[in-house]
């Protein structure tokens, strides 16, 4: 099997990983997943698609990720590896997509408006 890579995207987080065999070794931006991604449910997130399909330690996975935040990043990754356990085996599809894993996320920032504080988020109207 030779080195499968996918993309996957969140907001504006990017994430490119690249699936080959060996031991269950994740590398996240030359770091290891536990030292990039510190919290347990970020951790979570990430082995998700691994867990589900069996495959916990059977692939190597390395992994570039740049753009937005933490959180955003993680799901990026996860979407990435949902795509890469679909081409190693079709069966993996029918589990992950009843979960969700293979839907990329279409909810983004909402622009600021002029005459307005935020998106959504008026100026104060006082009467005087």
Not at 13 to 25: D, E, L, Q
Not at 47 to 52: E, F, I
Not at 100 to 119: C, H, I, N
Request: with cysteine; glycine share 8%; hydrophobic share 35%.
């Amino acid at each position: 099997m030779e080195v499968i890579h996918k993309i996957g995207r969140r907001k504006t987080a990017v994430a490119r990983v690249y699936v080959a065999k060996g031991k269950g070794n994740i590398t996240v931006n030359k770091k290891d997943l536990a030292d990039y991604f510190t919290t347990a449910p970020l951790q979570y997130k990430v082995n998700q698609p691994l867990a589900l399909t069996n495959n916990d330690g059977n692939f190597d996975i390395t992994v570039n990720v740049h753009g937005g935040g933490i959180t955003g990043q993680a799901e990026a990754v996860r979407l990435a590896i949902s795509r890469a356990m679909c081409e190693i085996d079709e069966e993996n599809r029918s589990i992950l997509k009843p979960e969700g894993l293979l839907t990329r996320d279409p909810r983004m920032v909402e622009r600021k408006k002029f005459g307005q504080k935020k998106a959504r988020k008026k100026f104060q109207f006082s009467k005087r």
